[in-house]
């Protein structure tokens, strides 16, 4: 079955603490995003990537970082600089180039900092 | 700024009943517009696309797109209780295939179907 799966599931962080979230995907997709959600509020770009070895900062960037060195994997670490990183993480992928521009979401990451 | 405004709900619909969650948008370069399905706890799933104006038909779900008034709907017919859920509108500006999709958000409206 293709998809994407994130873990783990549930992520629990003591402050200073840097921790990675882990993205993988068996689509084909070229391009592949990284999202935040919090209660109450929408999805908030934080990464997206169009292809392999090049991202671009979404709308709220500050505090995290990806890399991109396979096509299947965008893994997402949360650095201690980011200040409220409690939140739950959402990994997302589309067909790029062309496509009709909808992105499929994995099961997605909470993450909890002590 | 970029906005996608949703009523934030609860909406709430007796079973059988036809569901009218709506979404406009700031961004009048706006080319495609999507909506998910959010159970509480989960991840969002696709239900629905439209880039035309006029309306698009899925099952039980039509989605409306107006972008004279820069407005858009999806309609539940026959809402069920498996339907309760939290609807996102989202929005891109994507005009053509040589940049990556990046969609702006609603907050989602929360439907709840009654007995």
């Known amino acids: 079955d293709g998809g994407i799966t994130q873990s783990p599931k549930y992520l629990f962080r003591k402050e200073g603490q840097n921790v990675t979230l882990s993205c993988e995907q068996n689509?084909?997709?070229?391009?592949m995003y990284w999202y935040r959600q919090d209660p109450g509020q929408g999805l908030r770009l934080i990464y997206y990537?169009?292809?392999?070895?090049?991202?671009q900062k979404g709308d709220i960037a500050e505090g995290y970082s990806v890399s991109r060195e396979k096509k299947e994997s965008f893994p997402l670490t949360v650095t201690s600089a980011q200040k409220n990183p409690t939140a739950f993480y959402l990994c997302?992928?589309?067909?790029?180039?062309?496509?009709?521009?909808?992105?499929?979401f994995g099961p997605g990451t909470r993450l909890t900092v002590l | 700024q970029k906005e996608v405004e949703q009523n934030s709900g609860p909406l709430s619909v007796p079973e059988g009943a036809i569901a009218s969650l709506n979404c406009t948008y700031s961004d009048r370069g706006s080319q495609s517009f999507f909506w998910y399905r959010q159970y509480s706890g989960k991840s969002p799933e696709l239900i629905m696309f439209?880039?035309?104006?006029g309306d698009k038909e899925d099952g039980r779900f039509t989605a409306q797109l107006n972008k004279a008034s820069q407005y858009v709907s999806l309609l539940i017919r026959d809402s069920q209780p498996s339907d309760s859920a939290t609807y996102l509108c989202?929005?891109?500006?994507?005009?053509?295939?040589?940049?990556?999709?990046?969609?702006?958000f609603g907050t989602g409206t929360r439907l709840q179907v009654t007995l």
């Open positions: 689509l084909n997709h070229d391009a």
């Open positions: 439209i880039y035309s104006n």
């Open positions: 990537s169009q292809i392999v070895n090049d991202f």
């Open positions: 989202a929005v891109s500006d994507r005009e053509n295939t040589g940049t990556a999709s990046k969609l702006t």
């Open positions: 997302a992928s589309s067909i790029y180039p062309g496509g009709t521009g909808e992105q499929f």
